[in-house]
């Protein structure tokens, strides 16, 4: 089950299904690069109903949480969905955060890495990927 908790707030834009971290006290912010610490994922949804600032004369902002907003997070053991990176994510790979917090295999290069979770599936950049959240560092030989 995500966690909710409204005393955890937004430090900035972020958008749906990405990797999220701590940026202060009670404070979340989009993943921006892979040798950040993730804590989870954001939530697969933007903060108000479909088309309703439309409705109203305005302009959809796409964003799970503004600056300053609460939001949900899948955290250690959920399974969720989160947006693939560039060269998409394969089935079993340990996944981490690229510079717009979508996921990405780790790969095979030598290196010390932050790791996500685990892709149940295969699928292109661009889709949603299903991982189950599992944030940990990894060392690759």
């Given amino acids: 089950m995500p966690l909710y908790n409204p005393a955890f707030i937004a430090g900035g834009d972020i958008k749906p299904a990405r990797f999220v971290r701590i940026t202060g006290e009670f404070t979340i912010s989009q993943c921006s690069a892979s040798t950040q610490s993730i804590i989870g ?51 079993g790979t340990k996944v981490k955060s690229d510079a717009d917090g979508k996921a990405v295999n780790i790969g095979t290069v030598a290196g010390i890495y932050n790791v996500g979770g685990t892709a149940l599936n295969t699928v292109n950049a661009g889709e949603k990927v299903l991982i189950q959240v599992n944030p940990h560092v990894v060392e690759v030989a």
Avoid: R
């Fill in 41 to 91: 994922v954001s939530q697969e949804g933007t903060f108000s109903p479909p088309n309703l600032a439309t409705l109203l004369g305005g302009t959809e902002s796409g964003l799970a949480a503004s600056s300053g907003q609460s939001l949900k997070v899948f955290g250690l053991g959920d399974v969720c969905m989160i947006f693939a990176g560039t060269g998409g994510v394969t089935a």
